[in-house]
């Protein structure tokens, strides 16, 4: 793991500060990289932004916005605090249960949803930036992707064009697109998973 130099990376750096700025993120985030086969990122304890070394290499070039999709997401993280003890008392009560993995994908496409809305892309970069993902890291679809609680790329950009903010109708056409697919829940399911939601991860903080 390395940090990234500010001075190679000067506009990778503006673009965190006036993310951080538009989230009223006061604390400092320190933007890291390594090795991986894949276009990802990750947003660790300690206000660490991990971005891999194949997501590095967009930047100055003309798909530079998927770079800065993954940096605004990241950093969307750290300010709910959705990676650290929320996901791990998720996790610690019980791991992989449908309960856990529609609370993670809430986390998930609030983060995907206000990245695109912050970074002003339109419908046809919204596609772009999670084809070119979902293409690189041959992402999984469907039932497969909802196993660790995320949302596929095409359902992703499918959202994310359909509604204009991050509202609980959102997150309600979200759910029963999880409960149909995994076969579980129902409505009492949804309401009691969207409550949770808004009391424990920080929904009405904007
Ligand atoms: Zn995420």
Redesign the pocket.
């Known amino acids: 793991m390395v940090k990234l130099n500010q001075k190679e990376y000067k506009d990778l750096f503006k673009k965190a500060e006036e993310i951080k700025q538009k989230l009223g993120l006061t604390e400092k985030v320190n933007l890291l990289t390594e090795k991986s086969k894949y276009m990802n990122g990750v947003a660790t304890v300690l206000n660490n932004v991990k971005l891999s070394k194949p997501l590095l290499k967009l930047y100055k070039t003309e798909n530079e916005h998927v770079l800065y999709f993954m940096l605004a997401?990241?950093i969307i993280?750290i300010r709910y605090q959705d990676s650290g003890w929320n996901r791990l008392m998720w996790g610690l009560t019980s791991i992989y249960s449908n309960r856990s993995r529609a609370l993670i994908l809430l986390?998930?496409m609030r983060?995907n949803f206000m990245a695109n809305a912050m970074l002003g892309l339109s419908d046809e970069e919204i596609d772009e930036v999670q084809r070119l993902i979902h293409c690189y890291n041959q992402n999984t679809t469907g039932k497969d992707s909802y196993k660790y609680g995320y949302p596929d790329r095409y359902k992703i950009a499918h959202y994310s064009k359909q509604y204009s903010s991050f509202s609980e109708e959102l997150m309600w056409d979200l759910l029963l697109d999880f409960c149909e697919v995994m076969k579980v829940g129902n409505k009492g399911f949804i309401e009691d998973v969207i409550r949770t939601f808004k009391d424990k991860c920080h929904f009405n903080e904007r």
């Open positions: 997401h990241e993280h986390m998930e983060a």
